[in-house]
């Protein structure tokens, strides 16, 4: 059967991205978020995942304000790095497992989680940058990702709880899919941030802390928690944390946190990385 074995959380800053694809990684500045994921570069080789559930937001780049799915799996063979503006990252395309996908689909549908279906997704910053992060420069990416994408664009998101209950069916829908495979679910985004209007440039490194802290010791205590204080506590973007919460509920209650990173600044936020493993 397959299983899941761990949760990997990161942040997706776009301007990590560029750091990378423009060799500015050894600058002082880039350099100290690089660092944060020297362990989790080698944990992964070690780990050597066959599939990611990857659960990421489209930035407005493959969905418009015309169709915002809340929750999307995608089931294609593969999908292209987007062009958000600057051209594509040159990184690989990303290789799906539609088997797997539609495995999931039938599941999740099933288990009362009315999910989108999408074959072919450009994927942006918010999927390939913590690909990056955790496998570097590959000439391909070292396992097959299904994107999971969360609206947390266009108002209103999912809620926590529901991101929550969302990851304890990816969970029983992983476990019923009958080949060994072993399966990792990353959440991304975050942390504290918020890019427009009148409180731009606000993080909260106090929240971001007790956020880290509550993901792995009370992850439904903190799936209560309701956008208001989301917006309140960690800024208009910081509801990107929602989608760390569909990692953790894929989770076991009890988990092994094997690595911890948090870094401030990096463009307008602030890294924050966790890897938990199933024990
Ligand atoms: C930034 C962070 C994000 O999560 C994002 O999607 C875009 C920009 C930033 O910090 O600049
Ligand atoms: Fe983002």
Known sequence: MARISAGVASSHVPAIGAALDNQKQTEPYWQKIFSGFDYSKQWLVDQNPDVVLLVYNDHATAFDANLVPTFAIACGD??????????????????????????????VIQDDFDITMVRDLAVDHGLTVPLSLMCGQPEEWPFKVIPIAVNVVLYPPPSGRRCFQLGQALRRAVESFDEDLDV?????GGMSHQLQGPRAGFINSEFDRQF????????????????????????????????????RGALNESVALKHRFYHVPASNTAVGHLILENR
Not at 184 to 188: A, E, H, K, L, M
Not at 212 to 223: E, F, G, Q, R, T
């Open 78 to 107: 593969s999908f292209d790095p987007a062009d958000e503006g600057w051209g594509a990252r040159p990184v690989p395309k990303v290789v799906g497992h539609p088997v797997l996908a539609s495995h999931i689909i039938q599941s």
């Open 212 to 247: 880290l802290d509550k993901i792995v010791s009370h992850p439904a205590d903190l799936a209560e928690m309701p956008h208001v204080d989301y917006l309140r506590f960690a800024g208009s973007e910081g509801v990107e944390l929602i989608m760390w919460l569909i990692m």
């Open 184 to 188: 990792q679910v990353w959440g991304t």
